[in-house]
């Protein structure tokens, strides 16, 4: 499975502080945000990364995650000018996804539960049609919601509804086979002139080929995408973290675990960040792993 982390768009919501960086580079607890839903790919095994951002934002994440081979991964970039939907990553990233299934995951998602590694190593290895993660909300009247039956198969998919027929909010990490690039590249843009994501799924739905996991209670989903969002995110993490003394999204600690690096390879990359919390957090990983 090959994955896309989408990055673009111009952050308007979160405007004047994303006039001059990307939402995705702003910092959610010790790390920036871009670290959560690039763990999220590395926790499901995918090693083959496309980063999609704007032009005015590709030097900086290539200076931060450069070609990913310090965590044993490859990341590639490419360029959305304009938002045009995130159905639109699939054409972009038609080369780079080539034969195989693709993860979406959107760069200012953030996700983080005991069970998640199990989770996702359960809907990655052989996806027949799609998968869609469902978080419940007290508000679905603001996002897109699924229904289930009682297997977990998906039977209805609404955009926004005045009358939601569950509370399960479509999250922004998506699981495809390899067709999800032809349907992105046949669909019409929508009145707002985008390619919507909603489409693509309905027609997964269309054809009974689509389901969704409940990530259920004692799981956190958070769209980090306004100021409040925003803040309630970075609370979050520090809470969990100087609580538990662990790290979330420490992708370096990702990439050990996972065994894409050694601890020698881990412990150099902590040592280059040794004056921060988190550079030392890493380097104490590394000795741990390496004992």
Not at 124 to 153: K, M
Not at 197 to 204: A, E, Q, R
Not at 251 to 272: K, N, P, T
Request: net charge negative; proline share 4%; charged share 25%.
């Amino acid at each position: 499975m090959k994955g896309i982390i989408l990055a673009g768009g111009t952050g308007t919501r979160l405007h004047p502080i994303t006039v001059s960086v990307s939402k995705q580079l702003l910092p959610v607890g010790d790390k920036p945000m871009i670290y959560y839903p690039l763990s999220v790919l590395m926790l499901a095994d995918i090693r083959e990364i496309l980063l999609i951002c704007t032009e005015r934002d590709l030097d900086q994440f290539r200076r931060l995650l450069g070609d990913g081979s310090q965590l044993g991964v490859h990341i590639d970039y490419a360029v959305q000018n304009r938002p045009a939907g995130l159905a639109e990553a699939f054409v972009i990233g038609a080369d780079h996804v080539g034969d195989d299934d693709v993860a979406l995951v959107l760069g200012d998602n953030i996700f983080h539960g005991h069970h998640f590694y199990d989770l996702l190593q359960s809907n990655v290895r052989d996806v027949q049609g799609c998968v869609l993660f469902g978080y419940p909300v007290e508000d679905p009247e603001r996002y897109g919601v699924g229904e289930t039956d009682a297997s977990g198969r998906l039977v209805s998919l609404e955009e926004k509804p005045a009358r939601p027929r569950s509370d399960l909010a479509i999250t922004g990490l998506y699981l495809y086979d390899n067709e999800v690039v032809d349907i992105a590249k046949n669909l019409r843009p929508s009145a707002r002139g985008e390619l919507e994501i909603t489409d693509v799924n309905k027609n997964y739905l269309a054809r009974g080929r689509a389901r969704l996991v409940d990530l259920g209670r004692g799981f956190a989903w958070l769209d980090a995408g306004t100021p409040e969002s925003l803040l309630q995110a970075a609370q979050y993490v520090r809470t969990l973290e100087e609580r538990q003394g662990v790290r979330i999204a420490c992708v370096e600690e990702v990439a050990l675990r996972m065994g894409f690096i050694d601890a020698d390879s881990c412990h150099r990359l902590g040592e280059q960040m040794s004056q921060s919390g988190y550079g030392q957090y890493v380097m104490s990983v590394a000795r741990e792993m390496a004992s």
